[in-house]
C-alpha cells in the first residue's frame, strides 16, 4: 500500500499542470486517498493569459468504471489578480470499490481569434481503502436516541400544515361564494398577437435607439441582438436556436428553404463575432457593430419576403 500512495502522489502531482503556448491546463483532485464511499471533487482547468473559449469533454454517469459522477458539471471562469483567465469545469465523485483507478485522458478545446487548438490531459490516479472490521469483537447494542426537549424547529412544521389547511378552507369558501354570484374567479388578459418578424423589428429597432455599444456596453449590445435574431428564427422558423450554440443554429439555417444561402453566411459571421464579444472579451470596431445591426435587418426582411412567396405559392396550388 505505501509504495502504491507513493505512485499515485507522484503521479497526480506530475500531471496537475501541463503547459502548451500561453495556456497550462489540467485535471486535479482533491485527494490521491479516499475512503470507501467518501466523496471528493474532480475539475479540469485551463489557465491562459487571455480570454478563451473552452469546450470541456461532458462525463455523464462514469468516469471511469467503479468511479461515479454524484453532481456536476459545474462550470466557472474568473480572473485573477494576477490578470489571468481560469476556466473550471468540476465535477463531485465517489466509489465503492477499493483500488487504484486512474482517471484517463480527457480531451479540451480552446479557441479565440488566433488559434483553435485540442488539448489532452494526462491521466491522474487516486486510491481507494476499506476500513477495518475487528471480526472477534462480536456484537454490541446500538446506542439509543437521545432524548431532547422540543424545540421551536420541530413544532413549526405543525404550525404551517395547520396553517396551510386554513388557507384551503377559507380559499375554498371564497371559490364557492364567487361561484353563487356567477362572476368569473379571475379577469381574463387579452393577449395582442404581435407576428414573430414585426416583434423581431420592434426589437432590432429599440435595440439601435439605445445606442448601447456607443455607451461602452458591447457585451449587453451583442447580447440583446443575437436574442432577438434566435427569438424569430425559433418562432418563424421552427428553429430552437435560443437552447442552441452558434455552431448548431447555423447548421439548421443552411438546411431551412426559408433562408438565402448569402444571409446564412452573414448571421453566421454576426453569430461568431457576439461569441468572441461575450466569451472572450473582444472588442470589435464601430463599422462592425453598424454591419452586424444591418445583417441582422437584411436576415429578417429577406426571410420575411421568402416566407410570403411560399405561402402565396401554396394557396396557389390549393
Given at each position: 500500500?505505501?509504495?502504491?500512495?507513493?505512485?499515485?502522489?507522484?503521479?497526480?502531482?506530475?500531471?496537475?499542470?501541463?503547459?502548451?503556448?500561453?495556456?497550462?491546463?489540467?485535471?486535479?483532485?482533491?485527494?490521491?486517498?479516499?475512503?470507501?464511499?467518501?466523496?471528493?471533487?474532480?475539475?479540469?482547468?485551463?489557465?491562459?493569459d487571455r480570454g478563451l473559449m473552452v469546450r470541456f469533454p461532458l462525463l455523464k454517469d462514469t468516469v471511469v468504471e467503479g468511479v461515479e459522477i454524484i453532481e456536476g458539471p459545474v462550470r466557472d471562469s474568473v480572473k485573477g489578480k494576477d490578470g489571468k483567465w481560469l476556466f473550471e469545469e468540476s465535477y463531485v465523485i465517489t466509489a465503492f470499490d477499493t483500488g487504484v483507478y486512474v482517471v484517463p485522458s480527457l480531451m479540451l478545446t480552446v479557441e479565440n481569434e488566433d488559434y483553435n487548438n485540442v488539448l489532452r490531459t494526462e491521466p491522474v490516479a487516486f486510491v481507494v481503502n476499506t476500513y477495518k472490521v475487528d471480526e472477534q469483537q462480536g456484537n454490541y447494542d446500538i446506542v439509543s436516541p437521545l432524548h431532547t426537549?422540543?424545540?421551536?424547529?420541530?413544532?413549526?412544521?405543525?404550525?404551517?400544515?395547520?396553517?396551510?389547511?386554513?388557507?384551503?378552507?377559507?380559499?375554498?369558501?371564497?371559490?364557492?361564494?364567487?361561484?353563487?354570484?356567477?362572476?368569473?374567479?379571475?379577469?381574463?388578459?387579452?393577449?395582442?398577437?404581435?407576428?414573430?418578424?414585426?416583434?423581431?423589428?420592434?426589437?432590432?429597432?429599440?435595440?439601435?435607439?439605445e445606442k448601447l455599444w456607443q455607451a461602452g456596453r458591447v457585451k449587453e449590445y451583442y447580447t440583446r441582438l443575437t436574442d432577438i435574431v434566435r427569438q424569430y428564427m425559433s418562432e418563424e422558423l421552427d428553429i430552437p436556436a435560443m437552447e442552441q450554440t452558434s455552431y448548431e443554429t447555423v447548421r439548421a439555417l443552411e438546411h431551412n428553404v426559408s433562408v438565402d444561402a448569402s444571409d446564412v453566411e452573414q448571421v453566421a459571421e454576426m453569430l461568431r463575432s457576439a461569441d468572441f464579444v461575450k466569451f472572450a472579451k473582444s472588442m470589435p470596431l464601430p463599422d462592425e457593430n453598424v454591419r452586424n445591426m444591418d445583417v441582422a435587418y437584411d436576415f429578417l426582411r429577406h426571410t420575411d419576403e421568402r416566407l410570403k412567396s411560399q405561402r402565396e405559392e401554396k394557396k396557389e396550388e390549393e
Amino acid at each position: 500500500m505505501k509504495y502504491i500512495l507513493l505512485f499515485v502522489v507522484l503521479f497526480g502531482w506530475a500531471t496537475g499542470r501541463l503547459s502548451a503556448q500561453d495556456l497550462e491546463y489540467g485535471v486535479e483532485l482533491d485527494t490521491t486517498y479516499m475512503m470507501i464511499g467518501d466523496q471528493q471533487h474532480l475539475r479540469l482547468k485551463v489557465v491562459s493569459d487571455r480570454g478563451l473559449m473552452v469546450r470541456f469533454p461532458l462525463l455523464k454517469d462514469t468516469v471511469v468504471e467503479g468511479v461515479e459522477i454524484i453532481e456536476g458539471p459545474v462550470r466557472d471562469s474568473v480572473k485573477g489578480k494576477d490578470g489571468k483567465w481560469l476556466f473550471e469545469e468540476s465535477y463531485v465523485i465517489t466509489a465503492f470499490d477499493t483500488g487504484v483507478y486512474v482517471v484517463p485522458s480527457l480531451m479540451l478545446t480552446v479557441e479565440n481569434e488566433d488559434y483553435n487548438n485540442v488539448l489532452r490531459t494526462e491521466p491522474v490516479a487516486f486510491v481507494v481503502n476499506t476500513y477495518k472490521v475487528d471480526e472477534q469483537q462480536g456484537n454490541y447494542d446500538i446506542v439509543s436516541p437521545l432524548h431532547t426537549p422540543v424545540n421551536f424547529a420541530e413544532i413549526l412544521p405543525w404550525i404551517l400544515g395547520i396553517g396551510g389547511v386554513l388557507l384551503l378552507v377559507g380559499l375554498i369558501v371564497w371559490y364557492i361564494v364567487w361561484k353563487k354570484k356567477n362572476k368569473p374567479l379571475f379577469a381574463a388578459e387579452k393577449k395582442v398577437y404581435v407576428p414573430p418578424y414585426v416583434a423581431a423589428m420592434n426589437g432590432l429597432n429599440r435595440l439601435k435607439e439605445e445606442k448601447l455599444w456607443q455607451a461602452g456596453r458591447v457585451k449587453e449590445y451583442y447580447t440583446r441582438l443575437t436574442d432577438i435574431v434566435r427569438q424569430y428564427m425559433s418562432e418563424e422558423l421552427d428553429i430552437p436556436a435560443m437552447e442552441q450554440t452558434s455552431y448548431e443554429t447555423v447548421r439548421a439555417l443552411e438546411h431551412n428553404v426559408s433562408v438565402d444561402a448569402s444571409d446564412v453566411e452573414q448571421v453566421a459571421e454576426m453569430l461568431r463575432s457576439a461569441d468572441f464579444v461575450k466569451f472572450a472579451k473582444s472588442m470589435p470596431l464601430p463599422d462592425e457593430n453598424v454591419r452586424n445591426m444591418d445583417v441582422a435587418y437584411d436576415f429578417l426582411r429577406h426571410t420575411d419576403e421568402r416566407l410570403k412567396s411560399q405561402r402565396e405559392e401554396k394557396k396557389e396550388e390549393e
